[in-house]
């Protein structure tokens, strides 16, 4: 969409023979996308209806490649490989420190929501596989969640390098497969069984205004684009002209064939379960109490386990560049990974609603990661440009519609985090009132008897 074919060499189009190839790079942002927001989209359909969902999906799919875009041009041009670098060297050290706070934040709560995942999966095994019983896994559940953290996700976050991930990515890229084989199945049984009652069209506004930022952070590669820009190869040799159109096309490819295999699960999920569908798809799943029931969750169990080091990585460098300069040695990377996921484990076992978790962590972090911060690098990067008059280099940031289209961007994505945000508190207000109305209340004896016991 974005490539543009200029055959003089300049700063965008340098090569770099040495780095991480398209496919493993491929694979990574397939990983980043897809994750644990597949198993809250099938409820987000039902808010949306078949329908709906399909147009927020795919407008979900134009703004967020849109803001992709915006980020690969400015993580070219300034060579850095973090939010917070590119901040710093486009606008100075207050903005590279909202960036760095926002990508923290955004990551945080993204692995808060995938540990969620994890520990329940973990604590369904050990009652499956005779383990553990319910009563011991849930009277202990702290100590054995930490345990899983402390072996399992703590050796996979300390590895050195981002494009090593690969091999993690690939087998959850693997296991995901396998999810959606399930979907299908699930969804043409019930079908052929007895159809369920479906929406096509959203259900009301709110419920939309809350599923759109679920919908537009889970297009989100955008937390880990710098660095994969930066170690992207660039032969002298490529058919690329720059990283620019390399890096983009493989978030292109990957954002399409995520949003093909998000609108494919949470179609056929929704078709298989209707109204019943929960914020977690594999609540779904457990009370099914299908014969494959352990196969998927062991397999899901993997897919947050390998996902979560490429979505929190960048945090965890970005917090060891504030406190040290030299080189990460492994006891540092193995402490820092500590750390990270004790602190993503508490908020776990403390705030275990899914579809809650990433509500949120998409209409504040998200947005601002996904389009306000790319557009405001975008801008920043062709000020720079146009001042200096460099014509071969504006040709690779893309036709002028793109900067009023920036301004545009930025404004309708804080409106749609300010009014998502809202959305949800109201909703969760809503089932908060809910609940306290099917309280029984006190009987009026009981109350009387309290108050002569206490007089007495």
């Known amino acids: 969409m974005f490539n543009v074919k200029v055959s003089e060499n300049t700063e965008f189009g340098i090569p770099q023979e040495l780095g991480a190839s398209y496919q493993s790079t491929m694979v990574n942002v397939v990983n980043t996308i897809i994750g644990a927001g597949i198993l809250s989209i099938p409820s987000t359909i039902h808010s949306t209806g078949i329908i709906g969902s399909f147009l927020f999906l795919f407008g979900s799919l134009l703004i967020s490649l849109l803001g992709g875009f915006y980020l690969i041009v400015a993580a070219a041009y300034t060579k850095r490989d973090s939010f917070g670098e590119i901040a710093y060297a486009l606008y100075g050290p207050t903005v590279k420190l909202l960036a760095n706070l926002t990508v923290i934040i955004y990551e945080m709560g993204v692995s808060t929501a995938y ?150 699960v949470g179609v056929f999920s929704y078709i298989a379960f209707g109204k019943d569908i929960a914020g977690n798809l594999l609540t779904n799943f457990q009370q099914k109490q299908v014969w494959y029931l352990s196969i998927v969750k062991f397999a899901y169990a993997l897919v947050i386990l390998f996902s979560n080091p490429v979505v929190a990585y960048l945090s965890v460098v970005t917090i060891d560049r504030y406190l040290f300069t030299s080189e990460r040695t492994y006891l540092r990377r193995l402490a820092e990974s500590l750390v990270w996921c004790t602190v993503v484990w508490f908020l776990a076992i403390m705030v275990p609603q899914l579809d809650v978790v990433f509500s949120f962590t998409g209409s504040t972090g998200g947005i601002l990661l996904i389009y306000v911060l790319p557009s405001l690098y975008y801008l920043a990067v062709v000020k720079r440009l146009r001042k200096r008059n460099d014509a071969k280099s504006l040709a690779f940031v893309g036709p002028g519609w793109l900067v009023p289209g920036a301004y545009i961007l930025i404004g309708f994505s804080i409106l749609l985090g300010i009014v998502s945000t809202v959305s949800r508190i109201l909703l969760l207000l809503e089932s908060c009132f809910f609940c306290l109305k099917r309280l029984p209340p006190l009987p009026i004896t009981t109350v009387r008897a309290r108050v002569t016991k206490q007089s007495v």
């Open 115 to 264: 540990f969620v995942i994890l520990f329940d999966q973990v604590g369904d095994l050990l009652q499956a596989w005779n383990i553990a019983d319910a009563t011991f896994v849930y009277e202990n559940k702290w100590w054995i969640m930490y345990l899983v953290t402390l072996f399992l996700s703590v050796p996979l976050l300390s590895i050195r390098s981002l494009d090593n991930l690969k091999y993690t990515s690939f087998g959850a890229v693997i296991c995901i497969a396998l999810f959606v084989f399930i979907s299908i199945y699930l969804g043409i049984a019930q079908l052929v069984d007895q159809p369920l009652e479906y929406n096509y069209w959203p259900i009301d506004l709110k419920n939309v205004a809350a599923s759109i930022a679920v919908l537009s952070s889970a297009l989100c590669f955008h937390s880990n684009v710098p660095k994969l820009v930066y170690e992207l190869r660039l032969p002298k040799k490529s058919k690329y002209t720059s990283k620019i159109s390399k890096m983009f096309k493989i978030g292109t490819r990957a954002a399409i064939a995520c949003t093909l295999l998000y609108y494919i």
